[in-house]
């Protein structure tokens, strides 16, 4: 086990948080209490050591979220490693496209994906992000502009978008809440 990854726990407004990075990359932000972050950590520790610590994509993350929460930072701008499939992958890198303040349907996803019938699996996507906040998967709402799901709870969900909209402005798909 050649690769070692560092792990570090953040405070943010809206509960603690761990973030898990290669010396290039963030490969996991999560809050602490989320059901799935022992199994994603143990996944990630089939490939490498994880050991608590800092190095300069923490660093960077730590940075930004503060700037994020304080509502001047609108995008992230750490070096991200994002593990999954081709398909997951894909349908990360268009949760990166959505502005803040801004939220698009499931529907709309799988569209931008170049799938539209593929909602249900772009919202699964959505469920196995290992990157809160960053990949901003809380930006996903149902058809009319109900919540959906949020792996870290809907109150979280509702105080991103509220921060985000206040902070940044943006355009809301359908009615939010």
Request: hydrophobic share 45%.
């Amino acid at each position: 086990m050649a690769l070692t990854l560092t792990s570090t726990r953040l405070t943010t407004p809206i509960g603690p948080m761990l973030g898990v990075a290669t010396e290039e990359a963030l490969v996991l932000l999560e809050f602490e209490e989320r059901r799935e972050l022992a199994r994603e950590l143990e996944d990630l520790a089939r490939d490498a050591a994880i050991v608590e610590g800092a190095n300069e994509p923490l660093a960077q993350l730590e940075r930004e979220l503060g700037e994020y929460f304080a509502g001047t930072l609108a995008e992230f701008r750490t070096p991200l490693e994002l593990r999954g499939t081709a398909f997951q992958r894909g349908a990360w890198r268009e949760l990166l496209r959505i502005p803040a303040g801004t939220t698009i349907t499931y529907l709309q996803l799988a569209h931008a994906v170049g799938n539209p019938k593929s909602f249900r699996a772009v919202a699964q996507a959505n469920g196995a992000n290992r990157i809160a906040v960053v990949v901003p998967c809380h930006r996903v709402v149902n058809t009319g502009g109900g919540l959906g799901g949020y792996a870290a709870g809907l109150e979280r969900k509702r105080w991103l978008l509220e921060h985000e909209r206040t902070f940044f402005g943006g355009r809301v798909a359908g009615r939010l809440f």
